[in-house]
């Protein structure tokens, strides 16, 4: 069974600071995706960047990069210089292979929320 | 792309009554889930479609839950009897299929429902 575990419920912020949120993984996978969503208070969620199982390199996407540690089966997203429009809450999820072999499903975790202060 | 879309975006009804919420889906995408998620939590993953074909349910979907997706474009999820416990916000997403692990899923604004 795939498990994702997020243990901060809320962070706080500098406007113009880094902050890594952070996500740690359970799966018996050989190949799997990590993913992180923002959801605002208006309640979208906005894909922020993926990273693969067998990437050897960390994603980065503008100011979001993932810190991928395979052995240790963490993902943790860091947000450079924050912005007050980066308060939202923050979701890592994966996804995996099913004993189908088809890729659907994402796991989340439980979320981050995050508030970013002028 | 107009986005996955959603409707209704609010809906209140008493207990023991049965709701239909619609999800259409950006026109090119052949798959679509639904996910569960309650205030403070993050979504569960409840069911997704390849075209016509339910692929996989999860356990969360009782018999109360259906789904559908009859010509493989829009989807239905109806609760029958509803329960207090099927307040949450239902998401709606939906994604190509292709590429690997890494495609993207593109949610809808959700459905909020309130059981009184």
């Known amino acids: 069974a795939q498990k994702i575990t997020q243990t901060q419920p809320g962070m706080f912020v500098q406007e113009k600071e880094a902050v890594t949120l952070d996500c740690t993984y359970d799966t018996s996978d050989q190949s799997y995706g990590l993913f992180w969503y923002k959801q605002p208070s208006s309640g979208e969620m906005i894909f922020l960047i993926y990273q693969g199982s067998y990437d050897e390199q960390n994603a980065t996407e503008g100011r979001y990069s993932l810190n991928f540690q395979k052995a240790r089966k963490s993902a943790n997203l860091v947000i450079s210089a924050s912005q007050l429009g980066d308060s939202a809450m923050y979701f890592c999820?994966?996804?995996?292979?099913?004993?189908?072999?088809?890729?659907?499903?994402?796991?989340f975790g439980q979320g981050t929320t995050l508030q970013v202060k002028p | 792309d107009t986005g996955v879309s959603q409707n209704p975006r609010h809906k209140i009804t008493k207990r023991g009554q049965n709701v239909t919420f619609r999800c259409d889906p950006i026109?090119?995408?052949?798959?679509l889930y639904w996910y569960r998620q309650t205030l403070g939590q993050g979504p569960e993953f409840l069911t997704y479609f390849q075209n016509e074909a339910q692929l996989e349910k999860s356990r969360l979907l009782s018999d109360r839950f259906s789904a559908e997706r009859p010509k493989g474009s829009f989807s239905t999820l109806e609760i029958q009897r509803t329960e207090q416990g099927d307040s949450a916000m239902y998401l709606c997403?939906?994604?190509?299929?292709?590429?690997?692990?890494?495609?993207?899923?593109?949610f809808g604004p959700g459905t909020r429902l309130t059981v009184t």
């Open positions: 026109s090119e995408h052949n798959r």
């Open positions: 999820a994966m996804r995996g292979i099913d004993g189908s072999g088809n890729t659907g499903k994402l796991i």
């Open positions: 997403a939906s994604s190509t299929g292709t590429g690997g692990l890494g495609y993207e899923q593109y």
